[in-house]
């Protein structure tokens, strides 16, 4: 295994990317769940406790980022998010519950805990430490939308479906995005899909769909 | 309930499959995207034993490749392996067999080391790699061979190619204990290991290949090799029989010269019809019935319901654990196929 250099200006470069992603996606998922009260008012009490945690996870990347002297750079992450957000936000103000758990609980949780696992190992000693404590959490976000879909599985078959083709096309996109970054940290590109698709899979599986389903739905718009 | 962790041959045969059953986005895909993609639950399984008993099975289709050996992807190779353990175990499948490859990867690349990994922990003894019931199986198969060809065991020299691994090693202590061989030559590549076989064994020729193929009237073919095997028929002694126990098996059809005989090793047949559809995909003999022994021993333990790692670790099978195995193999209705 190769020895990573954390203090040297390619890993540092690449890591104000990396870095500022996280911390991005941590304050928007924190606002997701926050903007998923006006969908589901009678979660109220947890999903304020989900975003609670998600706020903490951004406090602790900032730290990581910090502890590297590294300046995240937030416009980058912030252009990443853009088009799967404004996903989001519209399915919110058309009221479409499904598609934002499908985008925020399933899509963007299955992705940070493929790519939290994949960094853990090759993480520097205080971001490890910061990672593995929010992965802890974060599988309990995914068996949030997980088990709210389960329940409402025939009614909300079709919509997560559409919600499906309209939104992973997006994430190989920001896959393909971050391929070089995400290396030079030393997380192949390989195994974040691996990850992430055995992950997605599975939560579609415990949702309700079938393997043929699923294998459709994990691969689309794949090229 | 069992379990079967399978895979398909190379590329080609994926791609084949894939479009058959009607996943085209998956035909169209390259390795790079069989490295990726998940294990997947693809057919339920019901076997009845010849004592009455009905078991049901899952059969997970790990989306491993024999390329992804070849190209040297041993990261992807292990990856498959372990995600489709994970998928078995999280199915709640009490025993599940690693047929093909997969017992093979998990014991090179020494996959004991890696059984906790993302939020998961393998429990081991829901596994089985299901190779004494094939080493077993091949060994009924020289002596059901030998006897339908019509070679006298006991003036035959028998050569086992893969001395070494899990089921040469316990194929030749069978041999060399069991059955009257007049000779047994070992083949391997690793010459470390085949002199502490032989001097376990107390007797054996360490041989090549091709000194060893002219003078065998029985050829043992358990070496693993992502290719299958390729020899040449001009050196084989005629006549012979050659039992093939690789995967993919390809001897039967490039192998076809008179005076040598070839029978698919570690295959067994069932008394009964085996209800299951992707068999006729995995192996394209007679589906209905025939199957790899590997796969065959995790059926034998959920009829038997020993949950526990029966075949486990290289090495370690036993002329007493072959005797278990052999009797439940009779007792539900298996047989070698001859």
């Known amino acids: 295994m190769t020895v990573i250099n954390y203090q040297c200006p390619t890993y540092r470069d690449a890591y104000s990317r990396i870095n500022a992603i996280v911390i991005e996606g941590e304050q928007e998922a924190h606002d997701n769940y926050i903007a998923l009260t006006q969908l589901l008012p009678d979660r109220s009490e947890e999903l304020h406790r989900l975003a609670k945690m998600e706020e903490r996870h951004k406090k602790g990347f900032t730290a990581c980022g910090k502890n590297l002297e590294v300046t995240p750079d937030m416009e980058y992450a912030r252009q990443f998010f853009a088009a799967l957000k404004q996903n989001f936000d519209d399915a919110l103000r058309q009221g479409n519950l499904v598609t934002c758990l499908v985008i925020q609980a399933l899509i963007v949780e299955c992705f940070a805990i493929a790519a939290y696992n994949i960094y853990i190992p090759v993480a520097d000693p205080f971001a490890r430490k910061i990672t593995e404590g929010v992965l802890k959490d974060e599988y309990l976000h995914l068996s949030f939308g997980e088990e709210w879909l389960k329940a409402n599985f025939a009614q909300v078959k079709q919509d997560i479906e559409a919600a499906n083709r309209q939104n992973l096309p997006l994430v190989w996109q920001m896959l393909n995005q971050v391929t070089a970054d995400a290396r030079t940290l030393g997380m192949e590109r390989e195994e974040l899909m691996a990850d992430f698709m055995t992950q997605y899979s599975e939560t579609l599986g415990n949702i309700g769909f079938t393997s043929r389903e699923i294998m459709k739905m994990a691969a689309y718009g794949l090229a | ?338």
């Open chain 2, 1 to 338: 309930m069992f379990g079967l962790i399978g895979h398909l041959t190379s590329l080609a045969h994926a791609q084949e499959v894939a479009r058959e059953l009607g996943y085209e986005e998956y035909a169209q895909k390259d390795l790079d995207f069989w490295c990726v993609a998940p294990p997947q639950i693809v057919a339920d399984i019901t076997v009845k034993s010849i004592t009455g008993k009905t078991i049901v099975g899952k059969y997970v289709e790990s989306c491993f490749l024999p390329e992804m050996l070849l190209l040297k992807k041993f990261k992807a190779a292990t990856r498959k392996v372990l995600n489709a353990m994970a998928h078995a175990q999280k199915h709640g499948i009490n025993i599940t067999a690693l047929g093909g490859f997969s017992s093979i990867i998990f014991e090179n690349f020494n996959l004991m080391e890696m059984l906790h990994f993302r939020n998961i922990k393998l429990e081991v003894e829901r596994f089985t790699t299901g190779n004494t019931h094939t080493a077993y199986i091949i060994c009924r198969q020289v002596e059901e061979g030998a006897q339908k060809y019509g070679i006298d065991l006991a003036k035959a020299t028998v050569t086992v190619c893969g001395a070494t691994g899990d089921i040469g090693s316990a194929v030749c202590r069978w041999l060399s204990v069991r059955s009257p061989i007049q000779e047994l030559i070992l083949v391997a590549r690793n010459q470390e290991r085949l002199q502490a076989l032989r001097d376990s064994l107390g007797r054996g020729k360490i041989m090549t290949i091709e000194e060893a193929l002219p003078q065998s009237d029985i050829v043992v073919w358990v070496a693993s090799m992502a290719k299958g095997m390729e020899i040449s028929p001009a050196i084989l002694k005629k006549p012979s029989l050659l039992i093939d126990g690789g995967y993919p098996k390809n001897l039967a059809t490039t192998i076809q010269v008179p005076d040598v005989q070839v029978i698919n090793g570690g295959m067994v047949e069932h008394a009964l019809d085996v209800d299951w559809q992707i068999m006729k995909w995995v192996n394209r003999y007679a589906p209905s019935r025939q199957l790899f022994a590997c796969f065959a021993e995790s059926m034998l333990l959920e009829f038997e319901g020993w949950y526990t790692n029966f075949s486990w670790g290289r090495n370690q099978i036993t002329l007493e654990k072959m005797d278990q195995i052999g009797a439940l193999s009779r007792k539900h209705g298996f047989r070698p196929i001859v």
